[in-house]
């Protein structure tokens, strides 16, 4: 599509500075657009794997647990874990990739996971509460890594879109502007160059 404009030379001469830099413009988001897919896929490995560990984590303590709980008294499981002497923290920040913030989990134990008195209680509780502290780890780390996946498949939604607006529509059209104000240009100056010779055949012919 032809822009409106004027067929000048001044007006040609800015929009082939435009079209420059669309295509620079184009070519360093198509970069960025490689990029942000590549990182992408690494993350969505580290996703995977990270999801099939908590999954583990997380049923090897449940089973453990319910071990624990068949071979001790209620109240002893109660007692047990009825006051809790260790906490867990997590501090937040961020750092930039591909200039997205992404944020960073520093998680902190603090205390004692296992506190209760071994006489009463079975192995299977402290294997269960070493499993739970595991899948927490991980289950952080899973979080921080599917909150920079997010973040950063809308911005490769969003550099998508001006790659393609770029592409499919400024580009082209810059380019029939361009062609159509060469064109006009080239029409105007056959159309002098017809009239300076008819001058010029009238001149000599009066004289």
Known sequence: MVLPVSATRMELLNL????????????????????????????????????????????????????????????????ALLFPACSFTIDFRKKMVMNVRIPVFEKHFEGELVTYSFYWTSPELDLALERLEKMVERLVELAEYEKALQLLADEMEKTRRRVNALEYILIPNLEDTVKYIQMKLSEMERGNITRLMRIKDVIRKEG
């Open 16 to 79: 082939k500075k435009r079209l420059a830099l669309a295509r620079r413009g184009h070519k360093l988001l198509k970069e960025k657009q490689d990029e942000l897919m590549r990182v992408i896929q690494e993350l969505l490995k580290k996703v995977r794997t990270l999801r099939r560990e908590v999954e583990r984590e997380f049923t090897q303590a449940i089973q453990r647990f319910l071990f624990a709980r068949a071979s001790m008294e209620d109240f002893a499981v109660e007692d």
